[in-house]
């Protein structure tokens, strides 16, 4: 049986990578979330006026890897103590945000973030709110690195 859990930290597709390359990951979406639009397409999200986040929905094997182990990853993947922003990305678009599925994994996010609060010498801008609709990213964002021959899309 696996399980839901969505993030947002900037650009998408390195994100996708690092999840997707994280034992009992089973798979990652890119997408959009936390909007107000139906059916976002990349050109809207990026014109930053759908309320969307650019994220990843991950599935995953709680009996492989933890809901808050993945939240522990999440926090070494982007700054998250940059505001609508991650490197040269700047918009809502690109903004730091968990978006939980259950009053459990509300719970997980909180600790962790808490523990990552402590390590880090600014305060954390990532906002923990409900999940929404999901929107899937057009085809060729899915996988992206993989598919151009990249390992990351890091600086």
Known sequence: MT???TFAAGCFWGVEVDFRNTPGVTDVKVGYTGG?????DYKTVC???TGHAE???VTFDPSEVSYGELVDRFWSMHDPTQVNRQGWDVGTQYRSAIFIHSPEQAEAAAESKARAQAQLGRPIATEITPAS???P???YHQQYLVKNGRATCRI
């Open 137 to 139: 990213a057009e085809e």
């Open 47 to 49: 014109s930053g006026t």
């Open 3 to 5: 399980e839901t859990a």
């Open 55 to 57: 994220a990843v929905e």
């Open 36 to 40: 107000h639009v139906d059916e976002p």
């Open 133 to 135: 609709t999901f929107w």
